[in-house]
């Protein structure tokens, strides 16, 4: 089946198996390789990208389901600098091996885009559906907390 939609500011197509998932598509058709695998299960959050601006599992919505719909990974959240999240996460060592941070940060970046207030407790609980195996949330959560102010100035 042909399917059609937005990715990264880009009008794409591509045919598809019914049976295709939307971060299967998004790595094999397009070569967006930041969306990351790892449990296909929704459980861990390396697919986490954007659909309309809201945090979705690659792994669990079909190619299909994305027809003409506007999608973000996290290639598309920045252009040739790093974004005041990113510069967050590297500056507060919020990463380490590197494979869990684009579901990280599309995750936070739906979130501080809705919330740029979000309290400390609401960026835990929003960030408790992405496993990370190496830095211990810690790092992670400062970041976040940091960038609050860049999005809050974008809303002004």
């Known amino acids: 089946m042909q399917v059609q939609f937005e990715l990264n500011g880009e009008r794409v197509s591509a045919e598809v198996e019914p049976r295709t998932t939307l971060a299967d598509c998004i790595r094999n058709d397009f070569g967006q390789t930041g969306t990351h695998l790892a449990c296909e299960h929704g459980v861990c959050g390396a697919c986490t990208i954007l659909v309309n601006g809201e945090a979705v599992r690659a792994c669990l919505m079909l190619a299909a389901q994305a027809d003409g719909e506007t999608v973000t990974t996290v290639e598309g959240l920045s252009g040739d600098e790093l974004t005041p999240l990113q510069k967050a996460f590297r500056k507060h060592h919020a990463l380490q091996c590197g494979f869990?941070?684009?579901?990280?940060?599309?995750?936070?970046?739906?979130?501080?885009?809705?919330?740029?207030?979000?309290?400390?407790?609401?960026?835990?609980?929003?960030?408790?559906?992405?496993?990370?195996?190496?830095?211990g949330y810690v790092q992670i959560v400062e970041a976040v907390m940091e960038a609050r102010a860049a999005y809050a100035e974008t809303r002004r």
Request: a negative charge; charged letters at 20%; hydrophobic letters at 30%.
């Open 100 to 135: 869990c941070t684009p579901g990280f940060i599309t995750t936070a970046h739906a979130l501080l885009s809705s919330e740029p207030d979000a309290s400390e407790e609401r960026v835990r609980e929003v960030l408790s559906g992405n496993l990370c195996r190496c830095t």
